[in-house]
Antibody
Framework: EVQLVQSGAEVKKPGESLRISCKGS????????ISWVRQMPGKGLEWMGR????????HYSPSFQGHVTISADKSITTAYLQWSSLKASDTAMYYC???????????WGQGTMVTVSS | EIVLTQSPGTLSLSPGERATLSCRAS???????LAWYQQKPGQAPRLLIY???SRATGIPDRFSGSGSGTDFTLTISRLEPEDFAVYYC?????????FGQGTKVEIK
């Protein structure tokens, strides 16, 4: 079965660092981009950026450039989203999704809820 | 950045009725790289349509997509109870990829 499985919910304090993960299985991990998508409470979807796991080339939305880092380890078919200093405004559900060519985001992870509160 | 504007914001319909959702882009969408997703409460989005008009694997044929350039439409021919949800359009042809703000289809 093709799936993306994300790490569990996190509760953090402002200023703390965090890395969440997205593990792909059931397909050739290096043949698809992995994107991250943010959904703030009660709001819509926002594309954050993507990575090509074959060479770790990344591309970010200008809205998120410099605020997060996307990485991947193809040896363990896992992509990551990380923050060096969280803010309360980072509280959201974060989804990973795969894409290849014109096929759009056909498989999504289950989401990771990140709560940042003092 | 391509801005996608979805209308209406909320659509109130009864099961069995036809739903027509609109997505308008601020500039032409490259190669018709326009997708539609369905999201239910507490769930991840699910791909319905890609390439403006191609149904994703396992999607019933009551869902159809059309359009090109700047105007796109998602049509649900006959609403089933499980179709009441929020629908998002997305363009993935020009970076940054962007989503519309969503249309909620609710039971009348």
């Amino acid at each position: 079965e093709v799936q993306l499985v994300q790490s569990g919910a996190e509760v953090k304090k402002p200023g703390e660092s965090l890395r969440i993960s997205c593990k792909g299985s059931g397909y050739s991990f290096t043949s698809y981009y992995i994107s991250w998508v943010r959904q703030m409470p009660g709001k819509g979807l926002e594309w954050m950026g993507r990575i090509d796991p074959s060479d770790s080339y990344t591309h970010y939305s200008p809205s998120f450039q410099g605020h997060v880092t996307i990485s991947a380890d193809k040896s363990i078919t896992t992509a990551y989203l990380q923050w060096s200093s969280l803010k309360a405004s980072d509280t959201a559900m974060y989804y990973c999704a795969r894409l290849r060519g014109g096929d759009a985001f056909d498989i999504w992870g289950q989401g990771t809820m990140v709560t940042v509160s003092s | 950045e391509i801005v996608l504007t979805q209308s209406p914001g909320t659509l109130s319909l009864s099961p069995g009725e036809r739903a027509t959702l609109s997505c308008r882009a601020s500039q032409s969408v490259s190669s018709s790289y326009l997708a539609w997703y369905q999201q239910k409460p507490g769930q991840a989005p699910r791909l319905l349509i890609y390439g403006a008009s191609s149904r994703a694997t396992g999607i019933p044929d009551r869902f159809s997509g059309s359009g090109s350039g700047t105007d796109f439409t998602l049509t649900i021919s006959r609403l089933e109870p499980e179709d009441f949800a929020v629908y998002y359009c997305q363009q993935y042809g020009t970076s940054p990829w962007t989503f519309g703000q969503g249309t909620k289809v609710e039971i009348k």
